[in-house]
């Protein structure tokens, strides 16, 4: 539980201080001295809380908006459910720590257009768009990855 307590509050600061530089380098290196996945988890909730947020105040109704931020929040609180498994199975492989870096990657590349898009209020226009696919789902296979490779880590640990 501990670990699922430091990741939420490194992902509420990470979201809090608008992914300022310094702060964010200054959360990360605090957070590797408790594990070396937490930083990544982290980031990867704070990113995906900041995603949510842009998605809300865009006051959209369109569909895909409404999906984007469902499958968001729900990668965010599988986030921070795993963050705890892991400090009890001490998963910090190289193969996590990879995974979970290309997680962080993918969602600050997602976030960034966000960023670029928010600014105009083209939140549905930027949805259809062939660059925001690709980003995307190239989250979403980050997040199959890391689900694939933590599951057979966690069931080969209860064997």
């Excluded at 963050?83 to 600050?108: D, N, P, R, V, W």
């Excluded at 590349?109 to 995307?136: Q, V």
Aim: hydrophobic fraction near 50%; glycine fraction near 6%.
């Amino acid at each position: 539980a501990g670990a699922a307590v430091v990741a939420a509050a490194g992902a509420a600061v990470m979201e809090a201080t608008d992914f300022a530089p310094e702060i964010m380098m200054d959360v990360t290196s605090g957070l590797c001295s408790v594990a070396g996945h937490l930083p990544f988890i982290a980031v990867a909730t704070g990113v995906l809380g900041g995603i949510i947020m842009t998605f809300q105040q865009s006051k959209d109704t369109d569909e895909n908006v409404k999906t984007v931020m469902v499958w968001s929040a729900s990668i965010k609180d599988w986030l921070l459910l795993v963050a705890g498994k892991i400090e009890k199975a001490a998963a910090e492989t190289e193969s996590t720590l990879a995974l979970f870096e290309a997680l962080q990657e993918s969602l600050l590349k997602l976030r960034s257009h966000l960023d670029d898009n928010n600014k105009r209020w083209r939140i549905t226009k930027m949805l259809t768009s062939s660059s925001f696919k690709r980003s995307f789902d190239l989250v979403k296979q980050s997040v199959l990855e890391l689900k694939n490779e933590l599951y057979a880590f966690l069931d080969q640990k209860s064997q």
